[in-house]
């Protein structure tokens, strides 16, 4: 079973407060991923990097920049925090993107950012 | 773009009830879909997918058939459990290589 750690589990900040969000996979995955979750919206996608140095801009990027520094690390940063960005913020990574073969997603257990 | 609609945001049931969640959806291709079980207090967990037209995919007594023309892909399961209390999401491939759009979700509770 794909192994994807998130730290912290929990983050409280303040408007306008600087906020670095880790995500760690040990399966040498290739993809890595950084979704949020909010009610009535589901998983939507912020930034997404299919290796190390690459990023790839997902659906709902504006406010988050991401970091993917190596084949297990993967970033998530928000330099100006605003109280909209109050949200469950999931990591994933699977072993290849898909355009043909469909791959499976493994998720990390979420942290929870409270901007007040 | 595409996009994925589930129709029932909460399902409330009995155990040993019938369940049906609705999914349909709406891309340009031929997407593969997928459906994706969320327990509380821990990211999304992949159930099973189908790729192609009228494939049926299951895991844990849960299954889907893939309707091309009715674009849907609708999760059913004969006969719930308190165990299966959690949130469903129904999602896609999309156009991009490696981005999943993910539905709405569906929150289901069963009562023992």
């Known amino acids: 079973e794909a192994a994807v750690t998130q730290s912290p589990r929990n983050k409280v900040t303040v408007t306008g407060g600087n906020v670095t969000l880790s995500c760690r996979q040990t399966n040498s995955h290739n993809y890595m991923y950084w979704y949020r979750q909010d009610t009535g919206h589901g998983l939507r996608l912020i930034h997404y990097?299919?290796?190390?140095?690459n990023l790839q801009i997902g659906d709902v990027p504006d406010g988050y920049k991401a970091t993917r520094t190596t084949q297990e690390d993967f970033f998530l940063l928000l330099e100006l925090a605003s109280p909209s960005q109050t949200s469950l913020y999931f990591c994933?990574?699977?072993?290849?993107?898909w355009g043909g073969g469909a791959e499976t997603l493994y998720f990390g257990s979420g942290t929870r950012l409270t901007v007040l | 773009g595409d996009s994925v609609t589930q129709t029932e945001g909460q399902v409330a049931l009995s155990e040993e009830d019938f369940l049906t969640i609705h999914c349909n959806y709406s891309?340009?291709?031929?997407?593969?879909l997928f459906w994706y079980v969320q327990y509380p207090g821990e990211g999304p967990q992949f159930l099973f997918r189908a790729s192609r037209d009228k494939e049926k995919g299951s895991s844990r007594g849960f299954e889907a058939t893939y309707n091309k023309e009715a674009t849907s892909f609708h999760l059913q399961k004969a006969s719930v459990q308190e165990s299966d209390s959690a949130v469903y999401y129904c999602a896609l491939t999309g156009q991009v290589v490696g981005q999943l759009t993910f539905g709405s979700g569906t929150r289901l509770q069963v009562y023992a």
């Open positions: 990097s299919y290796g190390a140095g």
């Open positions: 994933a990574s699977s072993p290849k993107g």
């Open positions: 891309a340009s291709g031929y997407p593969a």
